[in-house]
């Protein structure tokens, strides 16, 4: 029986009660060298939903896997018609003010590097550079066949073209940008191949069950080794492919400091949790700092 990839955490010990105070946050970003690690939570007041907080999609909606996405035809037809609506949503979606206190942090100096979790690329559009796409982007798709990459919009363009008249209503989005649809909105989806080989595309995303490319997970861990403190936000850390490198930080004696309503599984490693809205944290910090061109300061 194939296993199915860790969704889900649950606290095995007793973990200390989130803080409201941001001093520790703003003491460290005074003293920069900070690695930002951003999850899903950093974009929900954008209105892309998280996988677990309350309300998030993981409560009504299971992601596709790469087992199943590679298995059947059925199965990547109907990710990439529920897909497909999703993009159209994301495509709307601009960065809030989580996103832009990061871009205003890194234009004054104090981050060492941004990692994401998140495939929205709502940091670049706040303004934020080389940010390390730890999950990749759903602006690329990528052939399983003969790996070349192709823009989102061109494959979003085909999609049209063979599934003229597809507009179901959805029931929710996803922070994959995967839509909810029933199997009968999904009808007979036209999947289009790659125009290069003929061959099965994707998007350029790693799928719940995939493992992160091992060139940027050992890019992400020399960010680590070379940051002064590493500042978590909006994410779960449910994950390994973000977890470790909390671990990692922990062990190399780095401050760890987390952003995030609910516990966490690095909860144990941080020196704070401050349990606070995204944005209203990081502009309260933002002010605290001095720092001019974040939402509100």
């Not at 095995?12 to 939570?41: K, R």
Request: charged content about 20%; some cysteine; aromatic content about 4%.
């Amino acid at each position: 029986m194939r296993m199915r990839p860790t969704l889900s955490w649950t606290p095995t010990e007793d973990l200390p009660p989130g803080s409201t105070d941001l001093e520790p946050v703003a003491e460290a970003l005074s003293t920069g060298g900070v690695l930002v690690l951003s999850g899903a939570g950093l974009s929900t007041e954008s209105g892309i939903p998280d996988y677990r907080g309350e309300g998030g999609s993981l409560n009504r909606h299971t992601p596709m896997t790469y087992q199943d996405f590679t298995a059947t035809a059925q199965a990547r037809r109907r990710y990439w018609a529920r897909s497909h609506l999703g993009w159209r949503t994301f495509g709307r979606a601009r960065p809030n003010a989580g996103h832009q206190a990061v871009a205003a942090f890194a234009r004054h100096g104090l981050l060492s590097g941004v990692i994401t979790q998140n495939v929205d690329g709502l940091h670049q559009a706040a303004g934020s550079e080389d940010v390390v796409e730890l999950h990749g982007s759903l602006d690329r798709v990528v052939c399983l066949s003969c790996g070349a990459l192709s823009p989102r919009r061109e494959l979003a363009r085909r999609l049209e073209e063979a599934n003229a008249g597809f507009e179901p209503v959805a029931a929710g989005i996803n922070p994959d940008g995967d839509a909810d649809l029933t199997d009968e909105q999904v009808g007979d989806f036209r999947v289009v191949p790659c125009a290069v080989c003929g061959g099965v595309l994707k998007p350029d995303v790693v799928f719940f069950g995939e493992a992160v490319p091992p060139r940027r997970v050992e890019h992400c861990r020399e960010l680590v080794h070379e940051a002064a403190s590493l500042l978590v936000l909006g994410s779960s850390l449910t994950v390994m492919s973000g977890l470790r490198f909390v671990r990692q930080a922990a062990r190399a004696g780095k401050p760890v400091l987390i952003v995030n309503l609910d516990p966490t599984r690095g909860d144990r490693h941080a020196v704070t949790r401050v349990a606070l809205p995204l944005g209203t944290a990081l502009t309260a910090v933002a002010g605290r700092l001095g720092i001019p061109g974040a939402a509100g300061v």
